[in-house]
Nanobody, 118 residues
Framework: QVQLVESGGGLVQPGGSLRLSCAASGTIFSIYHVGWYRQAPGKPRSLVASITSDGRTNYAIPVKGRFAISRDNAKNTVYLQMNSLSPEDTAVYYC????????????WGQGTQVTVSS
């Protein structure tokens, strides 16, 4: 059974930065295309950044140019560097492995809360 543990969230002022981490266990992490999702109150969970097994990245328009996803396969970990944060980035952030039909391969972890506020 795959276990995902997200960390690194917190309270940050607008314009600040955070780096999120997601450690996966129970899977051959390196073969998966993985991504970061977020869910704000009252909104559906959405994919904001993804990275293929060979390191190609893709970003949702609201975060493009501000967020950077990376991975360390030796540590079974994916990261999300978030810069120039705004209140609109406030959400619970999760990692998972997206499928081609919009689903995910693994059960969700607990997520990590990011709050952007002055």
């Amino acid at each position: 059974q795959v276990q995902l543990v997200e960390s690194g969230g917190g309270l940050v002022q607008p314009g600040g930065s955070l780096r999120l981490s997601c450690a996966a266990s129970g899977t051959i992490f390196s073969i998966y295309h993985v991504g970061w999702y977020r869910q704000a109150p009252g909104k559906p969970r959405s994919l904001v950044a993804s990275i293929t097994s060979d390191g190609r990245t893709n970003y949702a328009i609201p975060v493009k140019g501000r967020f950077a996803i990376s991975r360390d396969n030796a540590k079974n970990t994916v990261y999300l560097q978030m810069n120039s944060l705004s209140p609109e980035d406030t959400a619970v952030y999760y990692c998972n492995a997206p499928t081609d039909d919009g689903g995910t391969f693994w059960d969700w972890g607990q997520g990590t809360q990011v709050t952007v506020s002055s």
